[in-house]
């Protein structure tokens, strides 16, 4: 698969995501994936890994959206600056809800071979999501 072809089946996958269709999963996503960014419960490997992350997302926060800004693509890796946004109206890592809406920053690198992603780093800015749901002081 091309560059292009790498940036266009990320940017098909966060459209996708955002419109509920996590069927996109079992097509962008390879069955040997590794997320490098573990969150608390969630498995490493697998399609099984990003099923939990959006279960996850779904079920602690409502109106979850993956917004990206900027889509940059070298060789077989796609990077994505973006915002992600939502209200925590349920149980999230833990944290019981405060029903307060935040908007934070994210960098994702996704891995591509064949047409599909079969890796995963990224960074969200969590101290400010803390802040704006009211969990930590302001800075």
Avoid: C
Avoid at 54 to 76: C, K, N, R, W, Y
């Amino acid at each position: 698969m091309s560059v292009a072809d790498n940036k266009a089946a990320t940017s098909r996958f966060y459209a996708e995501i955002n419109s509920g269709n996590f069927g996109i999963i079992d097509e962008l996503i390879s069955e040997d994936f590794v997320e490098h960014e573990q969150l608390p419960g969630i498995p490493a490997t697998g399609r099984e890994a990003v099923y939990a992350a959006m279960e996850m997302f779904g079920s602690g926060l409502t109106g979850t959206h993956f917004e990206p800004e900027d889509v940059i693509a070298e060789g077989d890796k796609v990077v994505v600056r973006g915002t992600l946004s939502g209200t925590h109206t349920g149980e999230f890592m833990g944290i019981p809800a405060t029903n307060k809406s935040f908007s934070v920053g994210f960098m994702d690198i996704l891995e591509f071979h064949d047409g599909q992603a079969t890796a995963h780093w990224g960074i969200t800015d969590s101290s400010a999501m803390m802040q704006q749901l009211g969990l930590a002081p302001e800075m």
